[in-house]
């Protein structure tokens, strides 16, 4: 018995060793939670360490996506120094939606006649931009930029899908708030389904509802998931913790459209209007 006392040990330490070897790679790849979930029927997106986690990495994927507009009507003279309110220059915020400049941004912060930029970078100045075409329907608008001037610095998101949004999945804002460049803030798909007002009095179905913080300068900015892909254009908000975006599909079919006429169908180009 006194000789195999130290051998049982030693094959017990071996097991625990094991046994912990295991449990680490579980923790590390998430395969510890799997017969949790499937015992309480909570899905693979309910870790929150896991969104947490990758917040920094969505934000430098993305920032170089995400870029500031102005519109000036004509005879409102340029800024000079951070936005004001009584500047008479609307600005807001917009998404690279592909390499040969296009850009998505809201048809509020772009309506009526005037001189449109985009600043691609904190560090460099604005470039001209071309209204490709509005809908104030859906509240959304196409730029254009050429791409020859910055192409380094275009970096296109890429666009989800409007059925793979859940309540409950992380949603992340990329834009700049009060002229603040590239600032973030996260929450949660609040719901799906909403109903909100669209600049000529329609209603935009499927808005998404999020309560990621929304300020003045991120409209026209993207709603994005935990992978970085685009779930909707942000488009308004109504206090804390209430905001909304145009839904991604409904962004898809509208760009299509705005591309090959320069407005929707249906919908006649508005005269000049005072900027928001």
Same mark, same amino acid.
């Given at each position: ?64 996506? =995400? =870029? ?119 929450? =949660? ?58 839904? =991604? ?28």
């Amino acid at each position: 018995m006194g000789s195999k006392g130290p051998g049982l040990r030693s094959a017990l330490a071996g097991a625990l060793g094991s046994a912990i070897a295991v449990l680490a790679v579980l923790f590390a790849t998430g395969n510890l939670y799997e017969e949790d979930r499937e015992s309480t029927g909570i899905s693979a997106s309910a870790k929150p360490a896991r969104t947490a986690a990758a917040l920094p990495d969505v934000y430098e994927r993305s920032r170089r996506s =995400v =870029v500031l507009i102005d519109h000036r009507p004509p005879g409102v003279r340029p800024r000079r120094g951070p936005p004001r309110r009584n500047d008479g220059i609307a600005t807001g915020s917009g998404l690279v939606i592909d390499a040969k400049g296009h850009i998505v941004t809201n048809h509020h912060i772009v309506a009526g006649r005037g001189k449109t930029t985009v600043r691609l970078d904190a560090d460099a100045g604005p470039v001209d931009a071309t209204v490709v075409g509005r809908d104030p329907g859906t509240d959304l608008a196409l730029l254009k930029i050429a791409p020859a001037d910055d192409a380094r610095r275009l970096n296109p998101l890429r666009l989800g899908d409007s059925d793979a949004v859940r309540v409950g999945d992380a949603a992340i804002v990329i834009g700049n708030p009060f002229g603040l460049e590239r600032s973030l803030t996260a929450g =949660v798909v609040s719901a799906t389904d909403r109903r909100i007002d669209a600049p000529n009095g329609s209603k935009i179905a499927d808005a998404v509802q999020t309560d990621a913080p929304i300020n003045p300068g991120n409209s026209g900015g993207p709603l994005l998931d935990a992978a970085g892909r685009v779930i909707g254009v942000i488009s308004q908000a109504r206090g804390d913790g209430i905001g909304f975006a145009v839904p =991604v599909d409904t962004v898809k079919r509208v760009v299509s459209k705005l591309r090959r006429n320069g407005r929707t169908p249906g919908r006649p180009p508005r005269g000049p209007r005072a900027a928001d």
